[in-house]
């Protein structure tokens, strides 16, 4: 692994420079599109040529790696190594000129992430970092959850993707958020998936869910979460894989409550 931590400095200057193009070129004033069509195509301008950059540099960095298409893909590849980015995770709120969105690059080995960037450009600047196996980062300070009760636990959660439509996770997305509110102190969506779950990883949130395979926007989330210590499973408490139907990522101290909130969702 040594020469993924190697690697880890320069995929973060990537992460940063696309961050710093996509704030620069973010309208103020929130997109005029009135449909999905509109919208998508608005995005798509924008979107489209930071993809295209961040997967240039990231292939500059590991020639050997392939590429994902598309960061909602359900389906990781099990073998070989391959990059999954997604230069603006929460383009809802980008296209809104809201600052909650990030920029994420995964390196993905054998079917599990490996190295894993997630930086919010209008955040801050917020960069969080983690390569499997060698704990995770949060702007260079190593990064860990918070111990604290249940009752004073902000929780974090994921709409359902969109693309997959599945009626079984918007059932069970919405049977989860009553289950949840009543146990804890808050419940927020803040938008892009990775940087909630890294967000639980340092404390800032007590825990995430979200029903529905999100392979693609969970995978970075997931090990910065996981190397920093927080526990992450599906909701049934089973090891997350990106092929589980559910996740639940929480501080060690929340996370056995947090599937006591989540049991009779189903």
């Known amino acids: 692994m040594n020469e993924i931590q190697q690697l880890l400095p320069e995929v973060v200057d990537a992460v940063r420079a696309v961050g710093a193009r996509l704030a620069a070129t973010r309208p103020a004033e929130p997109s005029p599109a009135r449909t999905l069509p509109e919208a998508m195509a608005r ?16 292939g500059r960095l590991r020639p050997g790696a392939g590429q994902v298409g598309d960061e909602l893909e359900a389906t990781v590849p099990a073998e070989g190594e391959w990059w999954i980015c997604d230069p603006t995770d929460g383009a809802v709120q980008y296209l809104l000129g809201l ?35 060698c704990g995770a980062v949060l702007d260079g300070r190593r990064a860990a959850p918070a111990d604290r ?12 993707p969109l693309a997959a439509q599945d009626p079984v996770a918007l059932r069970r997305a919405g049977a ?20 909630q779950v890294a967000q639980v990883g340092s404390g800032h949130l007590g825990l995430f869910w979200e029903y529905g395979p999100d392979a693609g926007n969970l995978l970075p989330g997931a090990l910065i979460a996981a190397e920093a210590g927080a526990v992450v499973t599906d909701a049934l408490g089973a090891p997350w894989t990106p092929a589980a139907d559910s996740f639940l990522a929480a501080a060690p101290g929340l996370h056995g409550d947090a599937l006591k909130a989540l049991a009779g969702v189903g």
């Open 99 to 133: 600052p909650h969105w990030a920029v994420t690059a995964t390196l993905v080995r054998d079917g599990r992430a490996v190295l894993a960037v997630v930086h919010a450009p209008q955040l801050g600047g917020s960069t969080y970092a983690a390569v499997l196996g």
């Open 149 to 160: 009760e249940l009752a004073v636990a902000v929780a974090g959660f994921g709409h359902p």
């Open 176 to 195: 989860a958020l009553p289950a949840v509110l009543a146990r804890v102190l808050a419940v927020r969506n803040l938008g892009p998936t990775a940087l």
């Open 43 to 58: 995005f798509a301008a924008l979107d489209g040529p930071a993809g295209e950059e961040l997967r240039l540099r990231l």
